[in-house]
């Protein structure tokens, strides 16, 4: 799969970004996560952080944090 998600159920940013990549038929993996920060070791190997959302574009070699960033990213370049 070229877009990944890693996700924290019940996150309403997660959600977020969740909704718009369905909106805009964008085919992604959801990876979820575990509530504990330090427990979130798959998130931090991905992209050096343990905050969530993290999208992955391995299509564009794209990784990025900020559900905003997130948001504008799918609309401006994920779209269909």
């Not at 038929?25 to 993290?54: C, F, I, L, N």
């Amino acid at each position: 799969m070229a877009t990944e998600l890693y996700a924290l159920d019940g996150c309403p940013y997660c959600e977020k970004v969740h909704d718009a990549l369905q909106e805009n038929d964008v085919d992604y993996e959801t990876h979820w996560t575990e509530a504990m920060h330090s427990d979130r070791d798959e998130v931090k190997r991905v992209s050096g952080q343990r905050a969530v959302p993290v999208l992955v574009d391995t299509d564009r070699g794209v990784t990025m944090g900020e559900s905003e960033n997130i948001l504008r990213y799918i609309e401006k370049t994920l779209a269909r």
